[in-house]
Antibody, heavy 117, light 113 residues
Framework: QITLKESGPTLVKPTQTLTLTCTFS??????????VGWIRQPPGKALEWLAL???????RYSPSLKSRLTITKDTSKNQVVLTMTNMDPVDTATYYC?????????WGQGTLVTVSS | QSALTQPASVSGSPGQSITISCTGT?????????VSWYQQHPGKAPKLMIY???NRPSGVSNRFSGSKSGNTASLTISGLQAEDEADYYC?????????????FGGGTKLTVL
Protein backbone atom coordinates (compact mmCIF):
# COMPACT_ATOMS: atom_id res chain seq x y z
CA GLN A 1 0.00 0.00 0.00
CA ILE A 2 1.06 3.62 -0.47
CA THR A 3 2.61 5.36 2.51
CA LEU A 4 4.42 8.66 2.91
CA LYS A 5 6.29 10.12 5.86
CA GLU A 6 7.70 13.58 6.39
CA SER A 7 10.90 14.22 8.29
CA GLY A 8 12.91 17.28 9.22
CA PRO A 9 13.51 19.75 12.01
CA THR A 10 10.71 20.61 14.39
CA LEU A 11 12.20 24.01 15.25
CA VAL A 12 13.95 26.51 13.00
CA LYS A 13 15.07 30.05 13.63
CA PRO A 14 13.88 33.05 11.63
CA THR A 15 15.88 33.58 8.41
CA GLN A 16 17.06 29.97 8.39
CA THR A 17 16.40 27.49 5.58
CA LEU A 18 14.00 24.61 6.18
CA THR A 19 14.68 21.26 4.56
CA LEU A 20 11.97 18.61 4.67
CA THR A 21 12.17 15.09 3.30
CA CYS A 22 9.25 12.97 2.19
CA THR A 23 10.05 9.26 2.15
CA PHE A 24 7.48 7.12 0.42
CA SER A 25 6.72 3.52 -0.47
CA UNK A 26 4.15 1.65 -2.51
CA UNK A 27 4.66 3.61 -5.73
CA UNK A 28 7.41 4.84 -8.00
CA UNK A 29 8.03 8.46 -8.91
CA UNK A 30 9.20 7.29 -12.30
CA UNK A 31 5.70 6.10 -13.24
CA UNK A 32 3.96 8.30 -15.78
CA UNK A 33 1.37 10.65 -14.30
CA UNK A 34 2.57 10.38 -10.71
CA UNK A 35 3.56 13.34 -8.58
CA VAL A 36 4.36 14.19 -4.98
CA GLY A 37 3.22 17.46 -3.51
CA TRP A 38 3.72 19.48 -0.35
CA ILE A 39 0.86 21.14 1.50
CA ARG A 40 1.03 23.02 4.80
CA GLN A 41 -1.46 23.99 7.47
CA PRO A 42 -0.79 26.69 10.08
CA PRO A 43 -2.30 25.87 13.49
CA GLY A 44 -6.07 26.28 13.32
CA LYS A 45 -5.99 27.41 9.71
CA ALA A 46 -6.65 26.07 6.24
CA LEU A 47 -4.57 23.92 3.94
CA GLU A 48 -2.18 25.68 1.55
CA TRP A 49 -0.59 24.02 -1.48
CA LEU A 50 3.13 24.72 -1.76
CA ALA A 51 4.77 22.68 -4.51
CA LEU A 52 4.54 19.54 -6.61
CA UNK A 53 7.04 17.48 -8.59
CA UNK A 54 6.01 15.07 -11.34
CA UNK A 55 7.52 11.81 -12.55
CA UNK A 56 9.13 13.64 -15.47
CA UNK A 57 10.80 16.20 -13.13
CA UNK A 58 8.26 18.89 -14.02
CA UNK A 59 8.10 21.18 -10.97
CA ARG A 60 5.25 23.46 -9.95
CA TYR A 61 5.24 26.07 -7.19
CA SER A 62 2.80 28.31 -5.42
CA PRO A 63 3.42 31.71 -7.04
CA SER A 64 3.32 33.49 -3.68
CA LEU A 65 6.17 31.32 -2.35
CA LYS A 66 8.01 30.40 -5.52
CA SER A 67 11.05 32.53 -4.79
CA ARG A 68 11.61 30.67 -1.51
CA LEU A 69 10.84 27.07 -2.53
CA THR A 70 12.79 24.30 -4.21
CA ILE A 71 11.45 20.78 -4.74
CA THR A 72 13.61 17.88 -5.87
CA LYS A 73 13.29 14.12 -6.11
CA ASP A 74 15.56 11.13 -5.69
CA THR A 75 13.76 8.32 -7.45
CA SER A 76 16.26 5.68 -6.35
CA LYS A 77 15.71 6.57 -2.69
CA ASN A 78 11.95 7.12 -3.02
CA GLN A 79 12.32 10.59 -1.57
CA VAL A 80 11.17 14.11 -2.35
CA VAL A 81 12.86 17.07 -0.69
CA LEU A 82 11.40 20.52 -0.15
CA THR A 83 13.53 23.46 0.86
CA MET A 84 12.11 26.79 1.99
CA THR A 85 14.43 29.71 2.54
CA ASN A 86 14.20 32.72 4.83
CA MET A 87 11.81 31.13 7.32
CA ASP A 88 9.53 33.43 9.33
CA PRO A 89 7.27 32.81 12.32
CA VAL A 90 4.26 32.95 9.95
CA ASP A 91 5.65 29.80 8.32
CA THR A 92 4.91 27.85 11.50
CA ALA A 93 2.70 25.00 10.31
CA THR A 94 2.23 21.30 9.88
CA TYR A 95 3.83 20.32 6.60
CA TYR A 96 2.37 17.38 4.68
CA CYS A 97 3.57 15.52 1.63
CA UNK A 98 1.04 13.73 -0.52
CA UNK A 99 0.86 11.40 -3.52
CA UNK A 100 -0.75 13.00 -6.55
CA UNK A 101 -2.29 11.43 -9.58
CA UNK A 102 -4.78 14.14 -10.38
CA UNK A 103 -5.65 14.68 -6.73
CA UNK A 104 -3.92 14.21 -3.37
CA UNK A 105 -5.08 10.70 -2.57
CA UNK A 106 -2.50 9.59 -0.01
CA TRP A 107 -1.04 11.84 2.67
CA GLY A 108 1.75 11.58 5.17
CA GLN A 109 1.06 12.12 8.85
CA GLY A 110 2.52 15.60 8.72
CA THR A 111 5.33 17.24 10.63
CA LEU A 112 4.93 20.37 12.76
CA VAL A 113 7.57 22.98 12.10
CA THR A 114 7.83 25.89 14.50
CA VAL A 115 9.72 29.03 13.54
CA SER A 116 10.98 30.84 16.60
CA SER A 117 14.16 32.40 17.90
CA GLN B 1 -8.16 34.55 2.35
CA SER B 2 -8.39 31.23 0.50
CA ALA B 3 -8.90 31.00 -3.24
CA LEU B 4 -12.00 28.80 -2.89
CA THR B 5 -14.85 29.98 -0.68
CA GLN B 6 -16.51 27.60 1.78
CA PRO B 7 -18.90 28.31 4.64
CA ALA B 8 -17.04 28.40 7.93
CA SER B 9 -19.43 25.98 9.60
CA VAL B 10 -22.41 23.76 9.02
CA SER B 11 -24.33 21.54 11.38
CA GLY B 12 -26.91 18.80 11.30
CA SER B 13 -28.51 16.14 13.43
CA PRO B 14 -27.80 12.44 13.12
CA GLY B 15 -29.61 10.96 10.15
CA GLN B 16 -30.03 14.28 8.39
CA SER B 17 -28.28 15.44 5.20
CA ILE B 18 -26.04 18.46 4.85
CA THR B 19 -24.38 20.15 1.90
CA ILE B 20 -21.13 22.10 1.88
CA SER B 21 -20.49 24.50 -0.97
CA CYS B 22 -17.18 25.47 -2.55
CA THR B 23 -17.17 28.51 -4.81
CA GLY B 24 -14.35 29.36 -7.16
CA THR B 25 -14.00 30.81 -10.63
CA UNK B 26 -13.89 29.71 -14.24
CA UNK B 27 -10.12 29.29 -13.81
CA UNK B 28 -10.52 26.55 -11.27
CA UNK B 29 -13.79 24.92 -10.16
CA UNK B 30 -15.74 26.04 -13.21
CA UNK B 31 -13.04 25.22 -15.71
CA UNK B 32 -11.97 21.74 -14.70
CA UNK B 33 -13.50 18.55 -13.39
CA UNK B 34 -10.63 18.22 -10.93
CA VAL B 35 -12.45 19.10 -7.72
CA SER B 36 -11.64 17.07 -4.63
CA TRP B 37 -12.99 16.98 -1.09
CA TYR B 38 -11.01 16.10 2.03
CA GLN B 39 -12.10 15.18 5.53
CA GLN B 40 -9.82 16.09 8.43
CA HIS B 41 -10.31 15.03 12.01
CA PRO B 42 -8.44 16.97 14.73
CA GLY B 43 -4.75 16.16 14.77
CA LYS B 44 -5.02 13.92 11.72
CA ALA B 45 -3.97 14.20 8.10
CA PRO B 46 -6.62 15.02 5.49
CA LYS B 47 -8.38 12.07 3.88
CA LEU B 48 -9.61 12.10 0.29
CA MET B 49 -13.40 11.65 0.19
CA ILE B 50 -14.34 12.75 -3.34
CA TYR B 51 -12.22 13.21 -6.46
CA UNK B 52 -12.93 14.48 -9.96
CA UNK B 53 -16.07 16.25 -8.69
CA UNK B 54 -18.18 13.20 -7.92
CA ASN B 55 -16.08 10.04 -7.62
CA ARG B 56 -15.56 8.19 -4.35
CA PRO B 57 -12.30 6.40 -3.61
CA SER B 58 -12.56 2.78 -2.61
CA GLY B 59 -13.61 2.47 1.02
CA VAL B 60 -15.41 5.80 1.29
CA SER B 61 -19.04 5.51 2.32
CA ASN B 62 -21.68 6.11 -0.35
CA ARG B 63 -23.23 8.59 2.08
CA PHE B 64 -20.72 11.05 0.65
CA SER B 65 -21.44 12.51 -2.77
CA GLY B 66 -20.14 15.39 -4.85
CA SER B 67 -21.46 17.59 -7.62
CA LYS B 68 -20.71 20.80 -9.49
CA SER B 69 -22.69 23.55 -11.13
CA GLY B 70 -20.85 26.36 -12.81
CA ASN B 71 -18.18 27.73 -10.49
CA THR B 72 -19.59 26.03 -7.39
CA ALA B 73 -18.93 22.50 -6.23
CA SER B 74 -20.84 20.79 -3.44
CA LEU B 75 -20.29 17.97 -1.01
CA THR B 76 -23.38 16.26 0.38
CA ILE B 77 -23.31 13.94 3.35
CA SER B 78 -26.49 11.96 3.89
CA GLY B 79 -27.50 10.00 6.96
CA LEU B 80 -25.20 12.06 9.20
CA GLN B 81 -23.26 10.10 11.79
CA ALA B 82 -21.30 11.30 14.79
CA GLU B 83 -18.06 10.18 13.12
CA ASP B 84 -18.68 12.63 10.28
CA GLU B 85 -17.92 15.54 12.60
CA ALA B 86 -14.72 16.98 11.16
CA ASP B 87 -13.31 19.75 9.02
CA TYR B 88 -13.90 19.48 5.28
CA TYR B 89 -11.79 21.10 2.58
CA CYS B 90 -12.41 21.39 -1.14
CA UNK B 91 -9.58 21.62 -3.64
CA UNK B 92 -9.34 22.28 -7.34
CA UNK B 93 -6.80 22.33 -10.09
CA UNK B 94 -6.37 25.89 -11.34
CA UNK B 95 -4.94 27.61 -14.37
CA UNK B 96 -4.60 30.90 -12.53
CA UNK B 97 -1.12 32.33 -12.84
CA UNK B 98 -1.51 33.94 -9.43
CA UNK B 99 -2.57 30.77 -7.62
CA UNK B 100 -0.36 28.13 -9.17
CA UNK B 101 -1.74 24.70 -9.95
CA UNK B 102 -3.73 23.67 -6.90
CA UNK B 103 -5.96 25.65 -4.59
CA PHE B 104 -7.79 24.77 -1.40
CA GLY B 105 -10.86 26.20 0.24
CA GLY B 106 -10.85 27.78 3.67
CA GLY B 107 -12.43 24.71 5.25
CA THR B 108 -15.83 24.00 6.79
CA LYS B 109 -16.32 22.70 10.30
CA LEU B 110 -19.13 20.16 10.40
CA THR B 111 -20.84 19.74 13.75
CA VAL B 112 -23.14 16.78 14.32
CA LEU B 113 -25.65 17.94 16.92
Amino acid sequence: QITLKESGPTLVKPTQTLTLTCTFSGFSLSTSGVGVGWIRQPPGKALEWLALIYWNDDKRYSPSLKSRLTITKDTSKNQVVLTMTNMDPVDTATYYCAHNRGDFDYWGQGTLVTVSS
Amino acid sequence: QSALTQPASVSGSPGQSITISCTGTSSDVGGYNYVSWYQQHPGKAPKLMIYDVSNRPSGVSNRFSGSKSGNTASLTISGLQAEDEADYYCSSYTSSSTLGNWVFGGGTKLTVL
